[in-house]
């Protein structure tokens, strides 16, 4: 039975049970969102290692914890997962899921390639269930107003963009969590863990195709580490609009987000921190639009849109396909930074956005 009840129609008869896999930094946060929303219960959480588990449960007031996800997908009574594990991990664990029923909300990025991504899409459609990615920046206040100014054409045509992600990260964020040290688990750096989520808002605002990109990354603080700590790069629209990105985790300290972004009829100024945001429009009057969801944060209102999506309610504002682009993007970008050339994105994704991708 799903959050709906058995007959179509009907009205909710119970909070939408999630298990979480996964029990680090973000699903704390995570969890402690959905302790306050009443229509979301965790009905059990999953890690490797039973005190890490136990731990995550006690202090959250989850009856049941488990070592293995499979067995709590198997065991306990789910409407969906929240999956918050290393990127290398993504794909297998939203497949199992979708696989055995259930709805998916999935940390960024959706995985750690293309490939893997498009999979998630083609199995999600072919399973009849759900699956969003957690780009939470769609439902801060200022990020949604821009990208709504510019897709409804408050802002003219657009011409170009610039964003930048300036933050600060000790060692102990990778001794921590080794795997985000690594290419091969983590996918990527700075560009694809923390950047990729102002390159979606910018790719959502142009709503044109990204086609070709130019990029740099370096390594320049951490000892050991595989992943780039800066990333800089350019990205050219199918119309001829470019956006430039700069991404960092070694700033100090670390500052807001920026987001600017350029039309024939105004522009739009962002800057925001986890907890605040500002937005500024100059040279056009704009009405700005609010997230369709109340909350008190960004990510309670991604958790309170997905959960509102799976229960027959409006669509996220990223389900899976909507996270194709910056991922197509990022890949093209860590291709053009080995090479040296500009690089083509690969638009594949195309036939999942329009609806068409494999059933």
Wanted: aromatic share 8%; net charge positive.
């Amino acid at each position: 039975m799903d959050a709906r009840g058995k007959g179509r129609g009907k009205a909710v008869k119970h909070a939408v049970r999630l298990g979480f896999i996964g029990c680090g930094d973000i699903s704390r946060f995570m969890a402690m969102l959905a302790r306050i929303n009443p229509f979301v219960t965790i009905a059990a959480c999953a890690a490797p290692g039973e005190g890490h588990a136990s731990g995550f449960a006690k202090r959250h007031g989850i009856r049941r914890h488990f070592t293995d996800y499979r067995e709590m997908i198997s065991a306990v009574p789910l409407d969906a997962v929240y999956v918050a594990v290393p990127h290398d991990l993504h794909h297998a664990v939203m497949l199992h899921a979708l696989e055995s029923g259930l709805h998916v909300l999935c940390e960024k990025p959706v995985t750690r390639t293309l490939d893997e991504a498009l999979d998630v899409c083609a199995r999600a459609r072919a399973a009849g269930k759900k699956a969003g990615v957690n780009y939470q920046y769609r439902y801060d206040y200022g990020c949604h107003a821009l990208a709504r100014a510019a897709r409804r054409g408050a802002l003219g045509e657009l011409y170009h963009a610039r964003c930048g992600l300036a933050w600060h990260r000790e060692e102990k964020y990778f001794s921590d969590a080794p795997w985000r040290a690594s290419v091969e688990t983590a996918g990527g750096g700075t560009l694809l863990t923390q950047a990729s989520h102002i390159l979606d808002i910018l790719l959502w605002s142009f709503g044109a195709r990204p086609v070709r990109v130019q990029a740099m990354t370096a390594h320049r603080r951490f000892a050991g580490v595989e992943v780039e700590d800066l990333a800089m790069g350019t990205i050219e629209m199918v119309d001829g609009s470019l956006v430039q990105v700069s991404s960092s985790m070694i700033a100090t300290p670390g500052q807001p987000v920026t987001i600017e972004l350029y039309g024939s009829r105004g522009s739009a100024l962002y800057s925001g921190t986890d907890y605040t945001s500002r937005l500024a429009f100059r040279g056009a009057r704009v009405r700005k639009e609010r997230p369709p969801v109340r909350g008190l944060h960004p990510l309670s209102r991604s958790l309170d849109a997905f959960r509102r999506w799976i229960t027959g309610g409006p669509e996220y504002l990223t389900p899976v396909e909507q996270s194709l682009p910056v991922l197509a993007v990022i890949e093209a970008m860590y291709r053009a930074a080995k090479t040296g050339g500009c690089e083509a994105v690969d638009g594949r994704y195309l036939e999942f956005m329009n609806g068409e991708g494999k059933r």
